[in-house]
């Protein structure tokens, strides 16, 4: 299945159950919000799940794409990406949780083919303040699928004060044709979570009581980039069609080993998006993000070899994005905002490592050298650090 279909297999499944799909969907929260980036399908959705009419209705879905740096630092393995896509449904005060587990199963079995014996489900089994979730565990027994309850791994909550409940996670069997499933989702890594139903039935106040919401709703979130590598029986978010274009074209632009050729994929596949939302790279908020991540694809670059420049990207993973993500502008205007980046970035670095080879700062750097290196040559500490190593 391809990946466009499969976004399709689940808008029109849940449109036939009288949801309206929510559009938009830019990274960018509305001005009011505190946030940087979009992080979750349900964030936009939070005033809604707190009671706040939605005008598009009670039952919803959406395609959001979201950003996260929480995990930078382990962009390059198989399965972290900076920027992705979840594909999320609610029920805003409407139908309960039996309800959106049941569909759940469903369509994971019959829209997307998945065979019930690759499924496992893992519930909230209680703690000291909210019993276990039974009607959960019940509904799951009933549709004959097995059940590992769980404490902590169960209960979603964002914030320390907010909307909270107990969650049920629908988990599938990678471990690869021929190998029967085996474990629990606890104790074999082959079991990947797919979906997260949460029951959004409480709220946490800031004096830390639990009291239940006038209007309890339901969250689902479902990452597409991994339900799609799942289905396509890919190890690696990279082999899906999602990444075709940068993993096809760009290895044989630069020879870089796997982990440094992902990272490359990601960055540039994320600055793309953020600066098809209309972000520009600057020293603070999400233009800050960006230069980050351009600069980070352009240090993996020159470790190697320092005549690469991001002006020889090919213009088809640059288009195929863009149009993945429905961003208009067309591509001449992405590639000006990273060329431009590549010459400060490389300004930049001349006159780091000028500044640098000067005797005062051969030895050990104090924290005033580092400040002095910041304030006076615009130098952060981290390229300082860079540099220093190179
Ligand atoms: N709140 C759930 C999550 O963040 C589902 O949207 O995964």
Redesign the pocket.
């Known amino acids: 299945m391809h990946s466009d279909q499969i976004v399709r297999t689940f808008t029109d499944y849940f449109r036939e159950r009288g949801h309206e799909l929510i559009t938009g969907g830019t990274l960018l929260p509305p001005p009011s919000d505190p946030v940087l980036f979009t992080t ?3 964030h936009p959705l939070t005033p809604h799940l707190e009671g706040r009419p939605h005008p598009q209705g009670r039952r919803l879905i959406s395609v959001q794409r979201c950003l996260r740096t929480t995990d930078l630092d382990e962009v390059g393995d198989r399965t972290h990406l900076t920027v992705f896509e ?1 594909l ?1 449904s609610w029920s805003l005060g409407d139908y309960g949780h039996e309800q959106s587990l049941r569909w759940g199963y469903e369509l994971l079995r019959d829209g997307f083919g998945i065979p019930p014996e690759r499924l496992h489900v893992t519930v909230f089994g209680g703690d000291d303040e909210v019993g276990p979730d039974r009607r959960s565990l019940e509904t799951w027994r009933e549709l004959g699928l097995p059940v590992e309850l769980t404490r902590e791994d169960n209960w ?1 909550s ?1 914030d320390p004060v907010g909307l909270c409940g107990p ?1 049920s996670e629908i988990f599938v069997w990678t471990g690869g044709p021929g190998t029967p499933p085996q474990g629990s989702p606890t104790t074999d890594p082959r079991w990947v979570e797919v979906w ?1 139903h ?1 029951s959004m039935r409480h709220r946490r106040h800031e004096d830390g009581t639990l009291r239940p919401l006038q209007q309890p709703g339901v ?3 479902m990452g597409l980039e991994r339900l799609v590598t799942v289905l396509q029986g890919h190890n690696s978010v990279y082999d899906s069609d999602l990444f075709e274009p940068w993993t096809e074209q760009l290895p044989s632009l630069w020879t870089l080993d796997d982990t440094s050729t992902r990272l490359v994929c990601d960055h540039l596949r994320s600055a793309v998006v953020v600066i098809g939302d209309g972000v520009r790279p600057s020293s603070t908020g999400r233009g800050h993000v960006l230069r980050r991540l351009i600069r980070r694809v352009l240090t993996t670059l020159w470790r190697d070899d320092p005549s690469r420049t991001l002006s020889d990207l090919p213009g088809e993973p640059l288009g195929h994005t863009l149009d993945h993500f429905r961003q208009p502008g067309g591509t001449g205007r992405v590639r000006e905002v990273l060329r431009d980046e590549e010459r400060r970035f490389g300004r930049l670095l001349e006159r780091g490592r000028r500044v640098l080879a000067r005797p005062q700062y051969k030895g050990p750097l104090s924290d005033d050298d580092y400040r002095c290196l910041h304030d006076t040559h615009g130098l952060p500490r981290d390229l300082v650090t860079t540099l220093r190593a190179s």
């Open positions: 979750s399908g349900m979840m999320g979603w964002h969650d997260n949460v969250d689902t979130g």
